[in-house]
């Protein structure tokens, strides 16, 4: 246990006083006054008392949990300590979060993750709780802890999708068949890299499968980061099904209802995805020749501008600009700032059983070199 001592008060040096002494027979001895009067005196000046008996506060080694001494009669007040113990934000300790990151061996995925799960977890997860208060014959003694419970049902979900993507129950988009195409499905794809010169990102964060708990759901792109206004290209041959010239953004409140609502369903729902969180966006149609066996759609989303002739129906070839990347349908686009700005690319397959995502229950040792492969085959460089 770590003492932390919440208030402090300087001490004041006295000069002894003398004692008295019946039975020394001294002349003049009945003018000696009675000490016990200046003693009892001294033992109620406010400064000496509460140097005595000053609050006390203990925090455990992993600062989970705190415990007020009161001592009775102490010139503090109880409601004052009490009151910024509550106040206090604890800054999460890794003995939270390591015993459940142990298992995942990619270090630079363990802090992101970290990163994600303190983004994610409510402040008041963070906030010590009262547990107890107890009185003996010297003080109050009033426990807090941080609701450890609560915490970890809030995490242990989001740390289970990154160490085995593949437990995640597969469901398909708009279907019932529940067995996506894997990895030799796509063995002859070659698409071109949206934006010149960004690859495919290493990070886990950033490709299909990945958590997002803030809308209830489940990562179904590649998040190219590319600044502010980098071309957008079309990554093969196809037409044009959908082009937001006119999207509007919503208001940051209408946005926070939106999720709300996710979080009832336990899912994000199709239209509040399609429609308000992907932004302005393109739709491509490619239909069954660059996945044989599928239909192939894929999304560029977050758009900050889409080239001025494109609109369904228009054909587009691989490598045309359809766009530039931004970061509508996000926070900060509802907060009127250009933060965050990337592209969100997602390739679709339909056939008659179901509609999957590109990825889709795959985990990231075989994600990753398929789609490092599948981006790298052609044109990478253009």
């Avoid at 509460?50 to 010139?75: A, C, I, M, Q």
């Avoid at 020749?289 to 999304?299: D, F, M, N, Q």
Wanted: net charge negative.
């Amino acid at each position: 246990m770590t003492n932390l001592y919440v208030s402090s008060l300087p001490v004041r040096e006295t000069t002894p006083l003398p004692v008295a002494n019946d039975s020394l027979a001294l002349p003049g001895a009945k003018d000696i006054p009675d000490t016990s009067q200046a003693l009892e005196s001294i033992t109620k000046i406010p400064e000496l008392q509460s140097e005595k008996k000053k609050p006390l506060v203990l925090y455990s080694d992993n600062k989970l949990s705190v415990t007020l001494h009161f001592p009775h009669g102490s010139g503090e007040t109880l409601e004052s300590y009490a009151s910024a113990i509550l106040r206090e934000t604890l800054q999460l300790p890794d003995s939270i979060l390591s015993p459940a990151l142990a298992s995942i061996h990619d270090d630079s995925l363990k802090s992101l993750l970290r990163k994600s799960l303190l983004d994610e977890i409510p402040p008041s997860l963070l906030t010590y709780q009262l547990k107890g208060v107890s009185v003996n014959d010297s003080s109050t003694i009033v426990s807090y802890e941080i609701d450890t419970v609560a915490l970890h049902r809030r995490t242990e979900p989001l740390i289970a999708f990154h160490k085995d993507p593949a437990s995640i129950p597969i469901y398909p988009l708009f279907a019932v068949a529940t067995d996506p195409p894997g990895p030799e499905t796509y063995s002859g794809l070659s698409l071109l890299f949206p934006c010149t010169g960004v690859p495919v990102p290493k990070r886990a964060l950033l490709l299909p499968n990945a958590p997002r708990a803030y809308r209830n759901g489940i990562h179904r792109g590649i998040d190219f980061y590319a600044n502010w206004g980098t071309p957008v290209r079309a990554v093969a041959d196809g037409v044009i099904i959908r082009a937001e010239h006119n999207y509007n953004e919503v208001s940051p409140e209408f946005r926070v209802a939106l999720l709300a609502e996710t979080k009832k369903l336990g899912r994000t729902p199709s239209d509040i995805f399609e429609h308000i969180l992907v932004g302005r966006a393109v739709y491509i149609d490619h239909g069954f020749s660059l996945v044989p066996g599928y239909r192939a759609i894929t999304i560029y989303a977050h758009l900050s501008d889409i080239e001025r002739n494109l609109n369904p129906g228009t054909k587009v070839t691989k490598g045309q600009i359809i766009g530039y990347s931004g970061n509508s349908g996000t926070r900060d686009s509802t907060n009127k700032t250009r933060n965050g700005a990337h592209l969100h690319w997602e390739l679709i397959v339909q056939n008659k059983e179901g509609e999957y995502y590109l990825g889709q229950g795959l985990d990231y040792d075989e994600l990753y070199p398929l789609l490092v492969r599948i981006f790298t085959t052609e044109d990478a460089e253009e």
